[in-house]
């Protein structure tokens, strides 16, 4: 049990560092959704190590053992975890408690800020221009979702470019990308360690919506102009521009005047692998707690 426990924490983090490297050699649609895979991987692997060693300290509390009918000194004979360990899962079932509040907390804010536009929207059709000198340009998520987009933004794009945006605002809507930077958080927000595959994935989201811009269009460079502009923009603004201009804009330039990525899959066995095995490693330990305790039942019972 305590190996299996051991296993399933170490392929975790093994996964971790070495899902962005192997992002970086994938097209970015793939790249999004191994970082998206990881992260929820991991913190479902996170929740059940967390779990299991929080349940086999209670597990030893003798009114606890009483309540449920076991042996609360079988309980800690079994394969006895360090109370040391247990302890710091109580530590981390309270962070994830507060980074889901944290989250969720954050989430109302952002649907708040974007409410107003969204029900303007429902008159106005999938695409909202507000009156805000301010560049900014987002994907708002729904059924159906909106393209909001600032007259400040619209006024520092030439025509040609402004389709480059709508596009690659468009992709953010029909690819569902809310979903994946909704994933990321939560798992972000419930295990810690996997707060580095956040910006990951949200550059990997933009580059994706690049480079379906840069195919609607037919024009690779005209798309890094309009990625550039709006960067320009953005710098010269007093606030601070959403959107269009996310992520590492640079690396996204640099991106889109080479060729476009090769589609392939071979980086992603690495990480996949140990997924899957820190998954193996985690339904185990869970068979062998549960297997423990119905021991502990059965010796109060004989």
Same mark, same amino acid.
């Given at each position: 049990?305590?190996?299996?426990?051991?296993?399933?924490?170490?392929?975790? @983090?093994?996964?971790?560092?070495?899902?962005?490297?192997?992002?970086?050699?994938?097209?970015?649609?793939?790249?999004?959704?191994?970082?998206?895979?990881?992260?929820?991987?991991?913190?479902?692997?996170?929740?059940?190590?967390?779990?299991?060693?929080?349940?086999?300290?209670? =597990?030893?509390?003798?009114?606890?053992?009483?309540? =449920?009918?076991?042996?609360?000194?079988?309980?800690?004979?079994?394969?006895?975890?360090?109370?040391?360990?247990?302890?710091?899962?109580?530590?981390?079932?309270?962070?994830?408690?507060?980074?889901?509040?944290?989250?969720?907390?954050?989430?109302?804010?952002?649907?708040?800020?974007?409410?107003?536009?969204?029900?303007?929207?429902?008159?106005?059709?999938?695409?909202?221009?507000?009156?805000?000198?301010?560049?900014?340009?987002?994907?708002?998520? =729904?059924?159906?979702?909106?393209?909001?987009?600032?007259?400040?933004?619209?006024?520092? @794009?030439?025509?040609?470019?402004?389709?480059?945006?709508?596009?690659?605002?468009?992709?953010?809507?029909?690819?569902?990308?809310?979903?994946?930077?909704?994933?990321?958080? @939560?798992?972000?927000?419930?295990?810690?360690?996997?707060?580095?595959?956040?910006?990951?994935?949200?550059?990997?989201?933009?580059?994706?919506?690049?480079?379906?811009?840069?195919?609607?269009?037919?024009?690779?460079?005209?798309?890094?102009?309009?990625?550039?502009?709006?960067?320009?923009?953005?710098?010269?603004?007093?606030?601070?521009?959403?959107?269009?201009?996310?992520?590492?804009?640079?690396?996204?330039?640099?991106?889109?005047?080479?060729?476009?990525?090769?589609?392939?899959?071979?980086?992603?066995?690495?990480?996949?692998?140990?997924?899957?095995?820190?998954?193996?490693?985690?339904?185990?330990?869970?068979?062998?707690?549960?297997?423990?305790?119905?021991?502990?039942?059965?010796?109060?019972?004989?």
């Amino acid at each position: 049990m305590r190996l299996a426990i051991c296993l399933a924490g170490a392929a975790a @983090l093994v996964l971790l560092a070495a899902a962005r490297p192997a992002a970086r050699r994938l097209p970015p649609p793939r790249a999004a959704l191994l970082l998206a895979a990881a992260a929820l991987g991991t913190a479902a692997v996170w929740i059940v190590v967390v779990g299991l060693l929080t349940l086999l300290l209670v =597990g030893q509390v003798p009114p606890v053992a009483a309540l =449920g009918r076991w042996s609360a000194s079988l309980v800690g004979a079994g394969d006895p975890v360090p109370p040391a360990a247990s302890v710091a899962a109580w530590v981390a079932v309270a962070v994830g408690v507060a980074g889901c509040g944290t989250l969720a907390w954050r989430l109302a804010v952002e649907a708040r800020r974007w409410l107003p536009a969204y029900r303007h929207a429902a008159c106005a059709g999938t695409l909202v221009v507000i009156d805000d000198p301010t560049p900014a340009a987002v994907a708002v998520p =729904g059924w159906p979702g909106r393209i909001v987009v600032s007259s400040g933004m619209l006024k520092a @794009l030439p025509p040609a470019e402004q389709r480059v945006l709508l596009a690659h605002e468009r992709c953010h809507l029909d690819h569902a990308h809310w979903l994946f930077r909704f994933a990321v958080r @939560l798992a972000a927000a419930t295990c810690p360690l996997t707060r580095p595959l956040v910006a990951a994935c949200d550059q990997a989201l933009e580059r994706w919506a690049d480079e379906t811009a840069a195919a609607a269009t037919g024009d690779r460079r005209l798309t890094a102009q309009a990625v550039a502009r709006a960067a320009l923009a953005r710098h010269d603004s007093a606030l601070t521009a959403a959107g269009f201009t996310d992520g590492q804009v640079s690396a996204r330039i640099e991106a889109l005047l080479a060729p476009p990525p090769r589609g392939r899959w071979a980086p992603a066995v690495v990480p996949l692998l140990l997924l899957t095995m820190a998954a193996a490693c985690a339904l185990k330990a869970g068979h062998d707690v549960n297997e423990l305790f119905e021991a502990a039942e059965n010796a109060i019972r004989s």
